[in-house]
């Protein structure tokens, strides 16, 4: 399984990846899930330019405090941005507004653009939060912490199993594509190549299904009955109630500077 979810997006070799243990570590991780959720809520309906780049500073001190490498962080919030950038473009012409300039007889509003930089500001703030937040709890553990806080067990279990077969489908898949490849298949633009990859996804799927079908039958055998059985040690400390009084005032300050 994936030791850390903030290094799971991108690779199922998670237990690899070296985390330095910070202060946001030491807090509950169930404080952790609220706290970053609230921040989500505010960022995401604030309005105003002041507040987001707030949120934006207070995205990027929650990564700091955390610890999360560089490099790696970067290659996450660049991936975002690459799709962004489109969101960026498009959106000052698309938006009705006075006409700021002109390419090839296209208008492009300064509302637009002000629009699209909310957005980008927004989506940083958040991606950083998330990142620092909960991007370093170990899978089981924000299952535990979402079990806590009362979350259907059906999604607990839903999130827990996705995050720990992954790593199988994707190794399903490497085999199925070195198999390919021993019988000398090479991927090129014409049409025996399309429908070799859709025999391929066809055949993950199945093959999916199958492994999923055969762990339902090991699990029952064990006893599951679907319950999710909770083995925490997750305490509220002073640490947490400090780190909420710093945190907690900076959320409404960050909701009254939409209003000034």
């Known amino acids: 399984m994936p ?113 699209a930089l909310m957005i980008l500001l927004k989506a940083h703030a958040v991606v950083l939060a998330l990142l620092a937040m909960v991007g370093t709890l170990s899978a089981t553990t924000l299952g535990h912490a979402l079990a806590r806080l009362r979350v259907p067990d059906k999604l607990v279990h839903l999130m827990l199993f996705t995050v720990r077969y992954l790593e199988v489908i994707g190794q399903e898949y490497k085999r199925m594509r070195r198999a390919m490849q021993a019988r000398a298949f090479v991927l090129r633009t014409n049409r025996h190549t399309w429908r070799a990859i859709g025999y391929l996804v066809g055949m993950l799927l199945v093959h999916s299904l199958e492994r999923s079908e055969r762990i339902m039958a090991a699990m029952k055998c064990r006893g599951y009955q679907g319950k999710f059985y909770l083995f925490d040690d997750m305490t509220f400390t002073r640490q947490d109630v400090t780190f909420s009084l710093l945190f907690v005032p900076c959320l409404g300050l960050l909701i009254g500077m939409n209003f000034l």
């Open 3 to 115: 030791q850390f979810l903030e290094h799971s997006g991108t690779s199922w070799q998670g237990q690899n990846v070296k985390h330095t243990p910070s202060l946001i570590d030491r807090l509950d991780p169930r404080l952790r899930v609220v706290l970053v959720s609230v921040f989500a809520v505010v960022t995401v309906l604030s309005q105003s330019f002041m507040s987001l780049s707030m949120a934006a500073a207070m995205g990027l001190l929650l990564a700091l405090l955390a610890q999360l490498n560089i490099k790696r962080t970067l290659r996450r919030v660049l991936a975002m941005d690459m799709f962004m950038i489109f969101l960026i473009i498009l959106l000052p012409f698309t938006t009705p507004g006075e006409t700021w300039f002109e390419v090839a007889g296209l208008s492009a509003s300064k509302a637009g653009f002000l629009h």
